[in-house]
């Protein structure tokens, strides 16, 4: 059985094979049920998440993963995110690999993002602005330069210190990189705002994004939560990961629709649609998109089977 730490976990899921690895399995191939949401409370402070998300493709894999998410642990210097993922056999059951599961969350999460971004944002995109400062902000900048000509990156946090170090790590992804006070100002330059936050208000304002702009929402998953107003929401053509996630756990999608500011048919495709041509993407240069994700069990498996052939097939060239 394999067992991969972190860092190997990381090593093994390059961002231009891991967002192939996605674009593959939402073609088609894979089946994910339902995921397990539980609130866990946690005494004098925000209550904690567990997720358990299985997927499998028939006769080839299956996984599992255990992902807890406590809000509190910033103020302890602790990832707010841990979780470990377990592989095995779609043939025989038998357990092939576990590893970290946060650093898979992390880097599937980013290129789920630059995945729909393919599809979404304008081929020329240049200018992107990092909304949050927390584990999740280096990744989706990397993965969003995949896909894009990112030559800018801008990056607004509450925690102008924790800005500063995300602005020298992603220095080294070949982009100018420089913080940024005033948001408003920031987003409405940007062809790409990418929100990783856990907000439980809109930071994002319809008003300042410019004609073809792609809002990327990545941060908020519970109903209570929001990273964009209902004028971002009216104003954009509005894709999802899944339409079973969005409809039951984003909040920038759940609000909007009680209020009675979309209703569902304004959602226009998921990454299922996009990845396999059902449903078309950006449509002109000035179209607004924006793309909700909450995480799917598929991205997962696909990244976990990455990372097992990747060092498999590492092992057998080195022999």
Not at 85 to 93: E, F, N, Q, R
Not at 144 to 161: C, E, F, K, T
């Amino acid at each position: 059985m394999l067992v991969l730490d972190s860092a190997e976990t990381r090593n093994a899921l390059p961002f231009p094979a891991l967002i192939e690895a996605l674009r593959a399995i939402f073609s088609g191939g894979g089946t994910a049920p339902p995921r397990h949401h539980h609130e866990m409370e946690v005494p004098g402070e925000a209550a904690a998440t567990l997720l358990l998300m299985p997927a499998w493709v028939a006769g080839r894999y299956f996984g599992v993963k255990m992902v807890s998410v406590f809000p509190g642990n910033g103020g302890r210097g602790l990832p707010a995110i841990f979780g470990s993922y377990l592989l095995s056999s779609g043939l025989t059951g038998e357990l092939l690999a576990v590893m970290d599961g946060g650093e898979l969350t992390a880097r599937r999460t980013a290129a789920a993002s630059a995945l729909a971004s393919s599809y979404l944002s304008r081929p020329d995109a240049s200018t992107m602005l990092m909304v949050g400062t927390g584990r999740l902000s280096l990744n989706l900048i990397e993965a969003h330069a995949v896909v894009r000509p990112l030559s800018r990156v801008l990056i607004w946090g509450r925690d102008h210190a924790k800005a500063q170090a995300i602005a020298q790590y992603a220095a080294g992804f070949g982009v100018s990189v420089e913080t940024v006070a005033d948001l408003e100002e920031a987003a409405r330059q940007a062809d790409i705002i990418s929100c990783a936050t856990l907000s439980e208000q809109p930071l994002i304002h319809g008003d300042w994004l410019k004609q073809g702009a792609h809002l990327d929402l990545v941060g908020a998953f519970k109903p209570s939560m929001r990273e964009s107003d209902d004028r971002a929401v009216s104003r954009a053509s509005l894709f999802v990961d899944t339409y079973e996630g969005a409809l039951s756990e984003a909040g920038d999608i759940l609000q909007p629709l009680k209020a009675g500011v979309i209703d569902r048919d304004a959602l226009k495709a998921d990454l299922a649609e996009l990845c396999s041509g059902r449903t078309a993407g950006r449509s002109s240069a000035d179209e607004i998109t924006l793309f909700k994700s909450v995480g799917a069990s598929i991205e997962d498996l696909a990244g976990a089977i990455l990372a097992l052939e990747q060092v498999q097939r590492k092992a057998a060239e080195e022999l």
